[in-house]
């Protein structure tokens, strides 16, 4: 199943400035018993979302209405821990489809690219200045441009590069992971094979 195309997102912004958020906090490891990548957008922070009883925590982020978007801004360290695919599930599933951090662990970051959410390191200077925006008005947007790999605060113009592999990118763009990419290619794959034998 093909992801989401990506090339520019222009959102608000979900704040979560909490650093050294490991897999497990992401989606706890009793949730991944499911193999389809539909459905865990209920469980994502579930630890942090919800009490034992199953009822919602006012004082997380993702409870309080005060935030939307498609971009979750993160603390410094975010996607540490076991190499899980189904952390970046969750997170696809719930409807992000950019996370930006300082720094990312290298094996979420690579399973984000895989999967659809476009990881976007930034430095931390530039994620004080967004933190700083978004507490002060909710409603301030980002615009994340892949083909240009530029990230901007729409209400000052502050922009910053980020880095993505030329590869990724493009499937990004085309909204494949590797097994679609190799489909899309399969003629020519087809055609080098017969013209090498």
Known sequence: MPYDRFNVLKSTVVPLPTENVDTDQIIPARFLKATEREGFGDNLFRDWRYDVEGNPKKDFVLND??????ILLA??????GSSREHAVWALYDYGFR????SFFADIFKNNCLNIGVLPVTITPEFAEVLFKAIEENPKTEVEVNLDKQTITLLSTGQSEPFDINSYKKENMKNGFDDIDYLLNIKDEIISFAQHKV
């Open 98 to 101: 950019c996370v930006v951090s």
């Open 75 to 80: 603390g410094k360290n975010f996607g540490s």
């Open 65 to 70: 209405q005060t935030y939307s978007g498609k």
